[in-house]
């Protein structure tokens, strides 16, 4: 059983900058992958970027490549997401998952388990 709880959101001008957190608690140590995910308006929930917890490897999707960076402190049981260069396309809910199925397979959202409530991010001038 893992609780996750994201905190970072908020309003920020396009080009601007955001760090969004999320706090795991329970067994993150059975956990393949924690990773986040987006949801905006009118809009398909879809993979952000997610790290393996065991491997600490990284895996972006191509929106964001350059732009934002994922990290995991395991010491806080606590993954990052630094958010740089944003645009309004990237207005969404963003939601932080945890994977405990498959350690190979980071898009099939049926494989997180454990997800949070979200964190409103706008992006607007």
């Known amino acids: 059983q893992v609780s996750l709880l994201e905190s970072g959101g908020g309003l920020v001008q396009p080009g601007g900058s955001l760090t969004l957190s999320c706090k795991a608690s329970?067994?993150?140590?059975?956990?393949?992958?924690v990773a986040w995910f987006r949801q905006g308006p009118g809009k398909e929930r879809e993979f952000v970027a997610g790290v393996s917890w065991r491997m600490n490897k990284k895996y972006y999707t191509d929106s964001v490549k350059g732009r934002f960076t994922i990290s995991r402190v395991a010491a806080l049981n606590t993954v990052y997401l630094q958010m740089n260069s944003l645009k309004p396309e990237d207005t969404a809910v963003y939601l932080c998952?945890?994977?405990?199925?498959?350690?190979?397979?980071?898009?099939?959202?049926?494989?997180?388990?454990?997800w949070g409530q979200g964190t409103q991010v706008t992006v607007s001038s």
């Open positions: 329970g067994d993150i140590l059975s956990s393949y992958i």
């Open positions: 998952a945890v994977n405990p199925v498959e350690e190979r397979r980071w898009l099939n959202q049926d494989d997180y388990i454990y």
